[in-house]
Structures are given as structure tokens and as C-alpha cells.
């Protein structure tokens, strides 16, 4: 089932930053590309950024780049965001899950299940 556990969110104030964590559960998460997602209140699940199984390949949706950082730590079994100078329009519940890879680059399209999600709110 490629099942994941997304935890690290919370409340941050604009301008700071939070670190995501991504982890495998059950499967070796090394061997798979993953994905960030994110949902708004009433708006769709959107891409955030991916990164394939070598860590030396990521994409980045137009509105986090320069901003979102992912990486992967393949011996810890997890995947992170890193997420700088925050706005309030990045608040959402944050997502992630295996994703497919197309000639060794990662699509921000999902192939495993959903995690729970971990819940990011930028507020003052």
C-alpha cells in the first residue's frame, strides 16, 4: 500500500519557517520518489515539490520555489521540507506520498496511498 506518516506541522508566524518529515511505513522508502502535496480550505490538493529515489532530481511548484527545500535522508527512511519565509497563503494541511517517476525524474502525480496529513498554519 506504500503507506506514509507526514508529521512536523504547526503554527508559525509569516517569515518563519517549519521543517516537514516524511516517513515510510512498512516499505524502504529509498527505493521510490515522493511527493509534497498540500489542500487548502476549499481548494484542490495541489503538487508542491517531489524529489526521485537518488535525491538528485526535484521539482517545485512555481509558488514555493526559492522558498521549499526537499531532501531525503534514504538511511532514516524519510523524506523533509524545508520551508522558508512563509506566507499565509502556504497554510494548509500538508501531504505526501509515493509519487511516479518518468525517465528517472519525478512527477508530481501520486502513486501510493495518503498519509494523514500534518496540519501548516502561517498566522500572526
Known amino acids: 500500500q506504500l503507506q506514509v506518516v507526514e508529521s512536523g506541522g504547526g503554527l508559525v508566524q509569516p517569515g518563519g519557517s517549519l521543517r516537514l518529515s516524511c516517513a515510510a511505513s512498512?516499505?524502504?522508502?529509498?527505493?521510490?520518489?515522493i511527493g509534497w502535496f498540500r489542500q487548502a480550505p476549499g481548494k484542490e490538493r495541489e503538487g508542491v515539490s517531489c524529489i526521485n529515489n537518488s535525491g538528485r532530481s526535484t521539482e517545485y511548484a512555481d509558488s514555493v520555489k526559492g522558498r521549499f527545500t526537499i531532501s531525503r535522508d534514504n538511511g532514516k527512511n524519510t523524506v523533509y521540507l524545508q520551508m522558508n519565509s512563509l506566507n499565509p497563503e502556504d497554510t494548509a494541511v500538508y501531504y505526501c506520498?509515493?509519487?511516479?517517476?518518468?525517465?528517472?525524474?519525478?512527477?508530481?502525480?501520486?502513486?501510493?496511498?495518503w498519509g494523514q496529513g500534518t496540519q501548516v498554519t502561517v498566522s500572526s
Open positions: 512498512g516499505f524502504i522508502l529509498g527505493s521510490y520518489a
Open positions: 506520498a509515493v509519487v511516479f517517476t518518468v525517465q528517472a525524474k519525478c512527477v508530481m502525480k501520486r502513486f501510493g496511498s
